[in-house]
């Protein structure tokens, strides 16, 4: 309904009430991108990378995404490297 702060809370609530679900995560950081909040999505980005899987692959990799944007280079290229270490393709294909 547009009403993406509700939207957010009830994210929070989802990550509060599951830490280990992945999806509020991503979901919570793409709300915050599509209001050109770079810094809070990567805040919730490290939020999952801490409470579900450090070495997940999408949150690492957004995460890496979103550094690379703001200019945080050395950040970026850690979570890419995390994010290519859990790739189960050959990683130059």
Do not use: C, H, R, W
């Not at 979901?27 to 070495?55: F, M, P, R, T, V």
């Not at 550094?67 to 945080?72: H, L, Q, W």
Request: hydrophobic residues 40%.
């Amino acid at each position: 309904d547009g009403d993406t702060q509700s939207a957010i809370s009830d994210l929070d609530s989802a990550i509060e009430y599951e830490k280990d679900a992945l999806l509020p995560y991503i979901l919570e950081s793409q709300i915050l991108l599509d209001q050109d909040n770079k810094g809070a999505a990567l805040d919730i980005l490290k939020q999952g990378l801490s409470n579900y899987d450090d070495d997940n692959f999408q949150l690492n990799y957004l995460a890496g995404m979103i550094a690379y944007d703001m200019g945080v280079y050395g950040e970026a290229l850690e979570y890419f490297k995390t994010a290519l270490s859990n790739v189960s393709i050959n990683p130059i294909e």
